[in-house]
């Protein structure tokens, strides 16, 4: 009678802890279940996906965004988008190409739709057409396709309200699609978190500056455009940044940080040209370099992740003469006894004509007779050296270290007390004389 109680009371305990399991499963089920069923999506098309995925995914209250392709007649595949965007562009194909998007699942408890579409406005360029930034194409459209008439109502209020506020940035007509959700593909695998997996991976998305009237943005601070009184109207650099801009430190570490180049350089915060003075398009990625003229832009450099000589070359095509560029860049030379410098003998300084980093000084100048001019010592780190097989001969060829640029060549027939011969290309020296004491 014992045993037999003994198994009753086992056997109950564990009916109980059955039933207990059973109903705790279910409930945490139905707990899920419901925060699904809460959830709302929509689906958003902002250029490049990449960066529209972070941007979104940052907002609180929004629980999940992913990549993909929407709203097109051809398959949802990145290659089957691409070529056929390449068979629209040559006039081949009249089927409709599918739009880069993020498909946005977010809680309305947390965060409203309008805030999510506040995030997408202030994200990109809305005003286009089929590009964002240097993105190019059918695929790149801004784009909202809603999921139900109460989206499509909430999206369009929202477009004509920021529609006002661009209007009054002096911005034009938005051409964003708003339009229902008629297909949708996720995008592949190596797409979804891209920025997450590929911190340095190219994110080409930025906005146009105008804050949505009332958000985040529109109540903090101003931040004022710089005073075109304080720059140089003649040639000036404007290095366009933003706040928790990783690219924009590196770039300041990197380069701005020595700056010596003879063109004046300052940095804003605002994505606002100087009073006066004019962007030919908005800034879509910081850091973003513009070079101006006489208050124009006559260039830009967009993004930085520590390529030194390719920026230094953009900023070099643009400060150096033709004959100059063919030296700098293509390994020219300059005839003997043409060049620049050949009798200069004043104390002072020869420098890098784009960075302004010193080369040589002049006390270290001889006439070589050769035709162009002479140093047999450089300044400590001012140059590289490359082994240079063309021609027929084997030469040892000597580049700025600073900008890259090619300057000439070494030899070792130079005097006392180093025996070399830096043969340099006058015409891609700036000479600086010293300050007089």
Not at 3 to 17: D, E, P, Q, V, Y
Not at 252 to 277: C, F, H, N, Q, Y
Not at 410 to 419: I, L, N
Request: glycine letters at 8%; proline letters at 5%.
């Amino acid at each position: 009678m014992q045993t037999f109680l003994t198994r009753h009371s086992l056997w109950a305990s564990t009916l109980i802890a059955m039933i207990l399991l059973f109903a705790m499963t279910t409930a945490h089920s139905a707990e899920k279940a419901s925060k699904m069923s809460q959830s709302e999506t929509i689906v958003l098309g902002m250029g490049c996906f990449w960066g529209a995925e972070k941007r979104m995914g940052e907002l609180p209250g929004v629980t999940d965004v992913e990549s993909g392709y929407a709203n097109g007649d051809i398959a949802g595949t990145y290659e089957a988008v691409l070529e056929h965007e390449r068979l629209v562009k040559a006039g081949k194909a009249k089927q409709r190409n599918h739009a880069e998007v993020v498909k946005v699942t977010f809680d309305p408890a947390k965060v409203s739709l309008e805030t999510v579409l506040i995030r997408f406005w202030e994200s990109h360029n809305p005003t286009q057409g089929d590009r964002q930034g240097n993105d190019i194409g059918t695929n790149y459209r801004s784009a909202i396709y809603s999921n139900s008439e109460a989206q499509q109502t909430i999206a369009l209020k929202t477009r004509n309200v920021y529609q006002a506020a661009l209007t009054k940035g002096s911005f034009k007509a938005i051409t964003t699609e708003i339009a229902p959700l008629k297909k949708y593909y996720p995008a592949e695998t190596y797409h979804q978190d891209y920025l997450k997996k590929n911190p340095n991976g190219y994110c080409g998305l930025g906005g146009t500056g105008v804050a949505y009237p009332g958000s985040a943005q529109a109540k903090a601070p101003e931040i004022k455009p710089l005073d075109p009184k304080a720059l140089n109207l003649k040639r000036q650099l404007i290095v366009f940044e933003a706040e928790d801009c990783a690219y924009c430190k590196q770039f300041k570490a990197e380069i701005l940080d020595s700056w010596k180049s003879e063109v004046p350089v300052a940095r804003s915060m605002s994505a606002t040209a100087p009073a006066g003075w004019t962007l030919e398009k908005a800034l879509f990625a910081t850091p973003t370099i513009v070079l101006f003229e006489n208050g124009k832009e006559v260039s830009r450099y967009t993004g930085y992740n520590g390529e030194k000589p390719r920026f230094w070359k953009w900023l070099g095509f643009h400060l150096l003469t033709p004959a100059q560029q063919k030296i700098a860049f293509e390994q020219g030379t300059e005839a003997p006894g043409t060049g620049s410098h050949l009798d200069e003998k004043r104390p002072g300084t020869f420098v890098d004509p784009v960075t302004g980093a010193a080369l040589f000084r002049s006390d270290t100048k001889f006439n070589s007779g050769t035709g162009w001019p002479s140093f047999f010592n450089p300044l400590p780190g001012a140059l590289t050296e490359h082994v240079d097989n063309a021609h027929g001969m084997r030469r040892v060829e000597v580049r700025s270290a600073s900008s890259g640029i090619h300057l000439g060549h070494v030899f070792d027939d130079g005097p006392a007390p180093t025996g070399k011969r830096y043969c340099i290309n006058g015409n891609v020296l700036k000479f600086v004389p010293d300050k007089a004491k």
